[in-house]
């Protein structure tokens, strides 16, 4: 009997009775199993994967830890053990829908080296061929985009940036195709400060602007792709550094259900607003969070030694299929907090003496499906 005569209700009470990691291997056998499990009116029916917050400290704690998952996933292998050692220790830069780019070198700095692409969940991983940018470059950034939805094959943007004549940057990109284990030259420029968050989905890479409030969209291309296709987006919400005396990061990007979504605190921080995209350009509010609970107490907007306003707390990352907001205390204990969207209730997942020795933080959704031979295969032969 094929699925084609099979009513989706059938298949969904199919798929639920399944373990997680076979569901998660098996829903890739035709997109619309995959859809189920962003379906709202099917998803709760089925197996979901935890969600957890990759973090990695500075130098004196090299190591890639995951809080939040529960215990029947400790089998989960962040320590990267199952990579060839290096000298040093690999340095988490990006996490996409659970593969995670790492690599040695400073960040945002022109020696980057050893890059590899590697699933925790299944312990496979590929080293990224010819990383090294060239001699003119003052910094490169790369960006990992893997969207199980979209496709089986992963991207890996390359932002080289170099001086310009004006005391600027201009910046080329560049992208790696994991289907043939190749870089493309030259797809797109621009002199613009496109460093900020970023997030892919549906074959779409964003990326905000350092300070214009504005994302910029470019479509994933093909191995016959000579331009990169670009578009940019307002941003809802405030700006970063809405006056000279106004100190306060920008907000958090994330998806749900393939929708592009935004996270940002309110003026006062008191509430959270979260927006979803829900046309090329219009945003639409989904949320409000009251934080004033969570932390117990109702200023949440201070000033530092040189009189700049600046929040309390941090987004750190946020999932609305499971309904979990990640936030940073920064005064009281340096406590990471999990809040429930549903219950209104936060609980503590980590305590960080010193949160500025917080490297990096990264929302981890395990993804059990394994890399196409055929990438894996490219590597070695490229390698």
């Not at 704690?61 to 089998?75: E, F, K, T």
């Not at 549903?342 to 020795?357: A, E, M, W």
Request: charged share 20%; glycine share 6%.
């Amino acid at each position: 009997m094929t699925t084609a005569v099979l009513t989706d209700d059938l298949v969904v009470e199919i798929l639920s009775g399944l373990p997680l990691k076979s569901f998660c291997r098996f829903k890739c056998v035709s997109k619309s199993w995959i859809a189920f499990s962003s379906d709202p009116h099917y998803r709760q029916k089925l197996p979901r994967p935890p969600v957890g917050l990759l973090y990695q400290k500075r130098e004196h704690d090299p190591a890639i830890h995951l809080a939040g998952l529960p215990s029947s996933d400790r089998d989960i292998d962040t320590t990267l053990s199952f990579v060839p050692c290096y000298e040093h220790p690999l340095k988490l830069q990006d996490c996409s829908n659970g593969l995670l780019l790492c690599y040695h070198g400073d960040t945002y700095y022109k020696e980057i080296f050893d890059a590899i692409v590697c699933n925790p969940a299944t312990k496979e991983w590929m080293a990224l061929p010819d990383t090294e940018p060239g001699l003119a470059v003052s910094f490169s950034v790369l960006r990992l985009c893997f969207d199980p939805l979209w496709s089986q094959h992963f991207y890996v943007f390359k932002f080289e940036s170099s001086s310009s004549p004006n005391g600027g940057y201009d910046t080329e990109v560049k992208v790696f195709f994991s289907e043939d284990s190749t870089w493309s030259s030259c797809l797109w420029e621009t002199s613009d400060a496109f460093t900020g968050a970023w997030l892919f989905v549906n074959g779409v890479l964003y990326v905000e602007h350092l300070w214009r409030h504005y994302l910029l969209a470019l479509d994933a291309p093909d191995t016959c792709t000579q331009q990169l296709n670009h578009r940019t987006i307002q941003l809802p919400g405030f700006p970063y550094g809405v006056d000279q005396m106004f100190y306060c990061f920008d907000g958090r990007l994330w998806q749900s259900s393939g929708v592009l979504c935004y996270a940002q605190q309110e003026l006062d921080g008191c509430m959270i607003r979260i927006w979803n995209l829900e046309e090329s350009d219009r945003w639409v509010v989904k949320h409000r969070l009251n934080m004033n609970n969570v932390f117990g107490r109702d200023i949440m907007l201070h000033t530092n030694n040189e009189g700049l306003w600046y929040f309390d707390y941090e987004i750190l990352a946020f999932d609305l299929e499971r309904e979990l907001v990640f936030l940073a205390d920064t005064i009281a204990d340096n406590k990471i907090i999990s809040y429930s969207i549903s219950t209104g209730k936060g609980s503590q997942i980590l305590n960080i003496p010193r949160f500025v020795d917080l490297y990096r933080s990264l929302l981890y959704v395990p993804y059990y499906g394994k890399f196409p031979a055929s990438v894996l295969q490219g590597a070695q032969d490229k390698c």
